[in-house]
C-alpha cells in the first residue's frame, strides 16, 4: 500500500477575517480553499494549522507528522514566533518538504532558508498573467500544459532576490511587460522546498484546477520517506580500519 502523504497547510488568516473584499474571495480561508482542493486528490492527508492557534498550530506533535508544510502568509509574518521558525526550520533540514505561496516569499522561514532578503517588485492591477512551464519532464510540471493563463493576477517582477535555484519550473509573463521566476526548487539539508508564485489573496487562484494540480505535484515532489537529523551527529572514534601509526616527520 502507498504511504499517505500528511500535508498541513499553514495560513495566517488574518486578511479573511478583516477585508471583506478577501473574505468574499475566500470565506473559510485560504488554507481551507487549499485543503479542499487537496481533498479530490488521492494519497494525501490533510490538516490545517493558523497564527492564531497555540503555537501556530504548530507544536513539535504536528510537525513530526507532517511530512509537507505549505505556507501561506502576507501581513503578519513579523507575528510568527522565532522559536516556532528554528522548528519548522530544523524539522526541513531533517526532511519535511516545505512549499512557500506567493506572498510567503517574505515570510522568516523562507528568508532564513534562503539567505537572502527575497525581495521582488510588485503591482495589484488586474492583470493577465501567463504561466510557462519550461520543466515538464520535473515531477511538478504533470499533467501541466506548456503554458496557462492566469485571468487576473498581482505581477510579481524581477528581480527575485533569491539564491540561484536548483531547478527553475515556471515562469510567469504579466500583461504589463514584467516577468518573474514563478516556480523555484530548493534544497536545504535533508529537506526539499518549492516557492510557487501565484496566489494573491483577492484573486481565486486556490480554486484553479491547474493551481491545485501543481500543488499536488509539489506535495508529492517534497515529500521525504526518511526524516534524519543532520543536527545531532555523534563523533566516530572508533575508524572502521586500523590506522597505522606513522612516524613523526
Ligand atoms: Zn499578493
Known amino acids: 500500500m502507498v504511504k499517505k502523504i500528511r500535508v498541513t497547510i499553514w495560513n495566517e488568516f488574518v486578511h479573511e477575517k478583516n477585508d471583506a473584499a478577501v473574505k468574499k474571495v475566500y470565506p473559510d480561508g485560504i488554507h481551507n480553499a487549499i485543503a479542499q482542493g487537496l481533498k479530490k486528490e488521492m494519497g494525501f492527508i490533510i490538516q490545517t494549522a493558523t497564527l492564531e492557534q497555540p503555537e501556530h498550530g504548530l507544536t513539535e506533535k504536528v510537525l513530526k507528522n507532517t511530512d509537507v508544510l505549505f505556507w501561506w502568509g502576507h501581513m503578519a509574518h513579523g507575528q510568527v514566533d522565532d522559536e516556532i521558525v528554528k522548528r519548522i526550520h530544523q524539522k526541513i533540514l531533517d526532511g519535511m ?137 555523534p563523533n566516530q572514534k572508533t575508524p572502521l580500519a586500523p590506522i597505522t601509526k606513522r612516524k613523526p616527520i
Open 97 to 233: 518538504g516545505l512549499v512557500v505561496l506567493h506572498s510567503g516569499h517574505f515570510s522568516k522561514i523562507f528568508r532564513r532558508l534562503m539567505g537572502t532578503n527575497c525581495s521582488l517588485t510588485w503591482r495589484v492591477a488586474d492583470e493577465r498573467e501567463i504561466v510557462w512551464n519550461i520543466a515538464p519532464s520535473h515531477p511538478i510540471a504533470q499533467g501541466i500544459a506548456g503554458s496557462f493563463e492566469l485571468p487576473g493576477s498581482e505581477m510579481y517582477g524581477e528581480r527575485f532576490d533569491i539564491p540561484e535555484p536548483d531547478q527553475l519550473l515556471f515562469v510567469s509573463w504579466y500583461e504589463g511587460g514584467n516577468v518573474f521566476r514563478s516556480g523555484c526548487t530548493f534544497k536545504r539539508g535533508n529537506g526539499k522546498i518549492f516557492y510557487f508564485s501565484p496566489g494573491h489573496e483577492t484573486y481565486p487562484i486556490f480554486y484553479d484546477k491547474t493551481i491545485l494540480r501543481i500543488l499536488a505535484n509539489s506535495a508529492r515532489w517534497a515529500y521525504s520517506p526518511i526524516r534524519l537529523s543532520t543536527n545531532d551527529v
